[in-house]
Nanobody
Framework: QVQLVESGGGLVQAGGSLRLSCVAS????????MGWFRQAPGKEREFVAG????????RYVDSVKGRFTISRDNFKNTVYLQMNILKPEDAAIYYC????????????????WGQGTQVNVSS
């Protein structure tokens, strides 16, 4: 079993920045892809960003391109989401995801989910 723990959420003013972190522990795959999803009240879970084990391939939902950056540190088993120029519509619970298969991460059909970290953006 894999445990994922997110951190870094909070309240930020529109136009501000936050950096989310997700640390994986337990029975992780040797070369796991990871990603971030978010869910706002009354809305379905939405894919935000994904990254391969090597970090050479990334993918973002159109609404965050140019503002968010996903990265990882495999030595620390950690994935990050740098969020800049935050907008009120970015407010949601952000969840970390992990799977050996990158396609599964992109589709949200993964072996492991984190508990989520809340991001609020004031206007």
């Amino acid at each position: 079993q894999v445990q994922l723990v997110e951190s870094g959420g909070g309240l930020v003013q529109a136009g501000g920045s936050l950096r989310l972190s997700c640390v994986a522990s337990g029975r992780t795959f040797s070369h796991s892809a990871m990603g971030w999803f978010r869910q706002a009240p009354g809305k379905e879970r939405e894919f935000v960003a994904g990254i391969t084990w090597s970090g050479q391939s990334t993918r973002y939902v159109d609404s965050v391109k140019g503002r968010f950056t996903i990265s990882r540190d495999n030595f620390k088993n950690t994935v990050y989401l740098q969020m800049n120029i935050l907008k009120p519509e970015d407010a949601a619970i952000y969840y970390c995801a992990l799977d050996e298969n990158y396609a599964n991460v992109l589709a949200g059909s993964v072996d492991s989910w984190g508990q989520g970290t809340q991001v609020n953006v004031s206007s």
